[in-house]
């Protein structure tokens, strides 16, 4: 899914695009794809794009007379920039937002579509925005309170857009890794250098991929979106050595999310227990990285 600087990417690119041009029409091709009937689409045809804004992990757009439009990419949907008026095709084309000077395409490869837009007024903005905090920027005393107003696993508030908007799975793996510290381990344990970790270490994360992803786009819309990129330490790393200390990284899958950790530099060398693989092995799980890989010598 598109975290925080990935989105962050689309919003400059499509800032400088976007700003002061009408939006001549919107062009729907998913049933799926449209979240809400009022205001109708024809409402906003024709209304200047005031501003282009990240909402969470949402690209906004802000339209003349309080009106907006919200497109939440999910896992796999994408917007691409076409200067020619190409009419959308195929299953993967979910909707076109057409302009003067071209024509925004959402696309979504997957065979579950779940990309979503919406055409809202204010109010309905803020019933979509989460209201978690903005972590980039954020003292450590706001991240604090707002990582401990409720009490979970680092993973869980991390990823809680109630709690911090804008992180997922795979930028919460790497700011776990950076900080040392376990993704099972609960907000309400963490001592004052700990919390200094985090804090630092979801600053640098954060920062340091925008700054890439940035790079890498040179201005222009991101051509590869992907949460599994080989700068990693760890996500999507599993059975790959940490660059760190060369232990393989590990991982814990609870549904449709996946934590991946190094057990020698975040938990002491103890293996977190996946729930499914685990209650497979019963009592030959590994307690150890050491008697992990002592089994495979």
């Known amino acids: 899914m598109p975290e925080l600087p990935d989105v962050t990417v689309y919003v400059e690119a499509l800032s400088n695009l976007l700003v002061g041009e009408p939006l001549l029409s919107i062009r729907v091709t998913s049933p799926f794809v449209l979240r809400t009937v009022e205001p ?9 794009v005031l501003a282009v804004r990240r909402v969470g992990k949402r690209v906004v757009l802000d339209l003349e007379g309080s009106l907006h439009v919200s497109i939440h990419l999910m896992i796999a949907g994408r ?14 084309q979910l909707a076109a937002l057409r302009f003067p000077k071209g024509t925004l395409h959402l696309t979504e490869n997957a065979t579950r579509q779940r990309a979503a837009l919406h055409v809202v007024d204010d109010a309905g903005l803020a019933l979509l925005d989460a ?20 009490v979970h696993t680092l993973k869980r508030a991390l990823t809680d857009p109630r709690l911090v908007s804008g992180i997922g799975n795979a930028y919460s793996d790497e700011i776990l890794h950076r900080a040392r510290l376990s993704p099972m381990q609960l907000t ?7 919390w200094a970790r985090l804090h630092d270490a979801t600053q640098a994360i954060l920062t340091e991929w925008t700054e890439r992803l940035r790079a890498e786009a040179k201005g222009g819309m991101p051509k590869k979106v992907t949460a599994f990129r080989k700068e990693m330490a760890v996500h999507g790393k599993h059975d790959e050595p940490c660059p760190d200390c060369g232990t393989k990284v590990q ?5 449709e999310s996946e934590s991946n950790y190094c057990p020698r530099c975040q938990t002491g060398g103890r293996m977190l227990a996946d729930r499914s693989l685990s209650r497979l092995m ?10 992990w890989e002592s089994r495979f010598r």
């Open 40 to 48: 109708p689409l024809a409402a906003v045809e024709g209304r200047r």
């Open 79 to 92: 917007l691409a920039w076409k200067e020619s008026d190409i009419i959308p095709r195929g299953r993967a």
């Open 131 to 150: 209201g978690g905090l903005e972590p980039v920027g954020a003292p450590l005393h706001a991240f604090r309170a707002a990582l401990t107003r409720e």
């Open 188 to 194: 309400k344990n963490l001592d004052d250098a700990e």
């Open 251 to 255: 991982r814990i899958v609870k549904g």
């Open 282 to 291: 019963h009592d030959d799980w590994p307690a150890t990285i050491d008697e």
